[in-house]
């Protein structure tokens, strides 16, 4: 499941940087440049195009996976530290180290 997650969440992080990097800027033409707003209206209302319901979607996709990636991160790995784990790796590994010269002298 996370692996599915994971694998959606990349899939929106590209996706969202190429739709936002595709889409025109408001006030992108040659009469902005010059300081003139001709194209657009006057209350600024504008219709919302395809790109931009596409950035909203993506943009909704991304923060669910970022968070539901973030609780099942947290809840695999709650209440374990990596120094525990460590030190008991190191622990585990001098009593097999331990162990072995006992082995081989029973023989």
Request: glycine share 8%; with cysteine; net charge neutral.
């Amino acid at each position: 499941m996370f692996t599915f997650i994971s694998i959606i969440h990349v899939v929106a992080c590209v996706s969202l940087i190429l739709i936002v990097l595709l889409q025109v800027g408001k006030g992108a033409d040659i009469a902005s440049m010059f300081g003139g707003a001709g194209t657009q209206s006057l209350l600024g209302t504008s219709s919302e195009t395809f790109m931009t319901k596409l950035t909203t979607v993506m943009a909704i996709i991304f923060i669910l996976t970022s968070i539901s990636l973030s609780f099942m991160w947290v809840s695999n790995y709650s209440g374990t530290s990596i120094i525990k784990k460590e030190g008991i790796k190191q622990i585990e590994a001098e009593t097999v180290k331990e162990e072995a010269p006992d082995k081989e002298t029973t023989r």
